[in-house]
């Protein structure tokens, strides 16, 4: 094979099939955002609203619903190493699908609260677990470029899902006949499997796309795969760097799943006033902010290294979450342009963090542990949510608290060393 230049991995040539994954991954980052967090601004209001439920206590239950699925995620990485992305994706989106079909029909707060469970485990399994070794094994080295496209489907889960579903629960009668029509919509997802096999040479193309014959493939699969990190699990748990990183990826989670599942509310709540069309456009609009935001702070990424572009990135997240209990329009204008801008960089810093610390190399093994550590901080950003609303009436307590938590943040990210490992060696 010819020497390929190192420009090569940078440029976004996929191929027509590599572009169709990116955009079903992205499809499926889209549905699990609506699922599990941008839409539970209107979904939980509702069903609270027709079924006489206690509103506090159905957010509260995204908090347990979120630790269960971490297990169920671990369980469900271990059977995609196992039997292969494809077959666990079709498995994971028609469990979603199902459950989120139950959900909308729950007749008890217990049934909303199993059905949340299995919607929050098998969402983000397709969309975060198969669908990423869906792209790791088309991408084997362009997989970070592939994910930052295919991440984008955050932002449109927020610019068009949460309109969508407002306007589909005003003209469909309930949150049934919503979520009945999104089930479908989720399981028909599943139509992009048929036509993407597990691995890309299956698919009439080859791995990052390169021009190679038959035995090259075979090689440049063994070399990607040969490489055995130097890090074991015992070791990455007494490691401060991983601790650290984890701590900071938690908080950006925690805030963003916080703000942007309940912004809505906060917006149409007494303190604010905003009528709810006005409110879903806000959000809308802060999403549309986010997709340039997200190549924005990428480019800091790159200008500046990782470690500083985070810490910033966390300075900044706290000031518009401070600047949202402001008193006045203008504050509150400013907040939601500044949050909108955050969103952007958030699903960033996980790939980038990771890889930049401990090398790209071991991105792998090191993510496999730090994900499920910030996944269980961002699942407490509910109850926090909830004893706000339960103990005074308000999110501006949470508000204050995300904020402070933020610049935390920004200071347990100054306290990372990232030359350390940085060459993938334990030094």
């Given at each position: 094979m010819k020497e390929i230049n190192e420009k090569f991995y940078t440029k976004s040539n996929f191929g027509a099939k590599g572009w169709l994954l990116i955009i079903f991954v992205g499809l499926m980052l889209m549905f699990c955002s609506a699922l599990t967090n941008d839409g539970l601004?209107?979904?939980?209001?509702?069903?609270?609203?027709?079924?006489?439920?206690?509103?506090?206590q159905l957010l509260a239950y995204s908090t347990p619903a979120g630790f269960i699925s971490v297990i169920g995620v671990l369980v469900l990485s271990v059977l995609t190493d196992k039997f292969g992305a494809k077959l666990i994706t079709i498995i994971s989106?028609?469990?979603?699908?199902a459950s989120y079909i139950w959900y909308g029909h729950a007749q008890s707060p217990t049934q909303y609260f199993i059905a949340l469970t299995l919607m929050s485990t098998f969402a983000?399994?397709?969309?975060?677990?198969?669908?990423g070794a869906y792209l790791a094994m088309y991408f084997p080295r362009k997989k970070g470029l592939a994910l930052g496209w295919a991440t984008m489907g955050n932002n449109l889960c927020t610019l068009a899902m949460v309109p969508l579903l407002s306007m589909m629960t005003a003209a469909f009668g309930g949150m049934g006949n919503t979520t009945l029509i999104l089930g479908v919509v989720i399981a028909a997802l599943i139509g992009f499997c048929f036509v993407l096999p597990n691995k890309p040479e299956d698919a009439g193309m080859t791995p990052d796309n390169l021009p190679m014959s038959a035995d090259e493939i075979q090689q440049y699969r063994k070399e990607a795969n040969a490489y055995v990190s130097?890090?074991?699990y015992k070791k990455l748990l007494l490691n401060?760097?991983?601790w650290l990183i984890s701590l900071v990826l938690g908080i950006t989670m925690m805030i963003t799943v916080g703000i942007v599942s309940q912004m809505v509310t906060r917006l149409t709540s007494s303190e604010i006033g905003w009528e709810q069309p006005k409110a879903v456009a806000a959000l809308s609009v802060a999403a549309g902010v986010g997709i340039v935001g997200s190549y924005l702070w990428g480019v800091l990424d790159q200008k500046i290294t990782t470690k500083?572009?985070?810490a910033i990135y966390m300075v900044?997240?706290?000031?518009a979450a401070f600047l949202n209990v402001v008193p006045g329009s203008i504050p509150l204008y400013i907040s939601i342009f500044m949050i909108g801008f955050a969103l952007g960089g958030n699903a960033n810093w996980p790939v980038s963090l990771c890889s930049s610390v401990f090398g790209h190399m071991n991105f792998a093994k090191v993510y496999s542990l730090v994900c499920p550590i910030y996944t269980f901080i961002r699942c407490c950003a509910f109850a926090v949510l909830a004893f706000f609303i339960s103990?005074?009436?308000s999110l501006s307590g949470a508000y204050i608290l995300f904020g402070v938590m933020a610049i935390i943040g920004a200071g347990l990210t100054i306290l990372i060393n990232d030359k350390k490992y940085a060459d993938g060696k334990i030094n």
């Open positions: 601004n209107i979904v939980i209001p509702v069903i609270a609203g027709e079924n006489g439920w206690d509103y506090a989106l028609l469990i979603a699908a983000t399994g397709a969309a975060w677990v198969s669908g130097p890090w074991t401060k760097e991983m500083k572009a985070t900044w997240y706290g000031i103990t005074t009436g």
